[in-house]
């Protein structure tokens, strides 16, 4: 198993982006743990 570390920086949770980024990872079939 891999393991990546993935950090949203502050303008994107402002802009509210970090549904969308999550929406994509899980698209991609990764499984996000947190």
Do not use: A, S
């Not at 970090?18 to 698209?27: K, S």
């Amino acid at each position: 198993m891999e393991t990546t570390y993935v950090m949203v920086k502050p303008d994107g949770v402002q802009r509210g982006l970090v549904g969308e980024i999550i929406n994509r990872f899980e698209r991609k079939g990764l499984r996000l743990v947190g």
